[in-house]
């Protein structure tokens, strides 16, 4: 199996963290959700102004999996104020980890969390946190594996649409 390595992304990376992030999104949540909410999330979250804006955050860290040079998943980190809930000075939200489809099962997600893991201790946060749609149960159950435990629940809103998230953690 080709080696996967993992990278800090800069504003270098921006056109692949940008096709990651839209496709890895539609490949998730399309049959789920109207093409309206869709487009709205695609377009507010996901555009290169945004994208490069959260890159020069200091609470904020992409991260990208690469297999050989082809960019096949990333994960999104936030801190402090840049937290969607909790907002603890100790605590580190995963707030996105996506490998694209066709590279699912070859341990790139295992490597974006152990790089999480590395980067909440290097921050010596008390643990990590991360809401997941109650209906995608498949990445519940990779948490699950993982050491995550469920502790509580918050909206997410997609285009219109609000969603219910599980709220996860792990000790570090
Ligand atoms: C969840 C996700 C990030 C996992 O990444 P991955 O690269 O497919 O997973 P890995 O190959 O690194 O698997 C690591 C371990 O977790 C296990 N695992 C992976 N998916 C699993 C699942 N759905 N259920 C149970 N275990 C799972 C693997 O078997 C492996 O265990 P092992 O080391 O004992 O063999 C990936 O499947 C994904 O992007 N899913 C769609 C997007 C998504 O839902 N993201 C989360 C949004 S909250």
Do not use: C
Not at 41 to 68: G, V
Not at 130 to 135: C, E
């Amino acid at each position: 199996m080709t080696s996967i390595y993992i990278i800090r992304a800069t504003l270098e990376n921006i056109t692949p963290l940008q096709t990651l992030s839209v496709t890895t999104f539609r490949e998730t949540y399309e049959a789920y959700n109207t093409p309206e909410d869709m487009q709205h999330h695609l377009s507010t979250h996901f555009n290169t102004a945004q994208l490069s804006t959260e890159i020069n955050s200091p609470d904020i860290s992409y991260y990208i999996a690469f297999q050989q040079n082809t960019p096949i998943g990333y994960i999104r980190l936030n801190t402090g104020q840049a937290q969607t809930d909790l907002k603890d000075q100790d605590t580190l939200e995963i707030e996105r980890i996506y490998v694209l489809q066709q590279f699912q099962g070859l341990k790139a997600g295992q490597l974006l969390l152990d790089k999480a893991i590395a980067v909440a201790r290097e921050k010596k946060a008390a643990f990590i946190w991360l809401g997941v749609w109650t209906k995608n149960e498949k990445a519940q159950a990779f948490y699950h594996k993982q050491g995550f435990v469920p502790f509580g629940q918050h909206i997410f809103r997609l285009g219109a649409d609000e969603q219910m998230d599980i709220l996860m953690k792990r000790d570090i």
